[in-house]
């Protein structure tokens, strides 16, 4: 008999800067500080990689903490 514990989904602190970042669209971002950051992963359809911004043109309420892993290697 398996037995299956959930437990409830507890509000974490958002981790200190650096950080990386994800939206809902997948862009991924390592964020510097507040609304300075280079893109890493792009949003499906979009060619950005490696670009970075120091402004606030990009809204950071649209962007969570990453908690997923992530490797990054030469093709």
């Known amino acids: 008999m398996a037995i299956k514990v959930t437990t409830p989904e507890t509000k974490q602190e958002p981790k200190p800067f650096p950080k990386l970042m994800v939206n809902g669209k997948g862009c991924v971002r390592l964020v510097f500080k507040n609304c300075d950051s280079v893109i890493l992963k792009s949003a499906a359809g979009e060619n950005e990689v490696g670009r ?18 992530i490797t990054i290697q030469n093709a």
Not at 52 to 68: A, L, P
């Open 52 to 69: 970075y911004s120091n402004h606030d043109r990009w809204v950071m309420e649209g962007f969570t903490d990453y908690n997923d892993p």
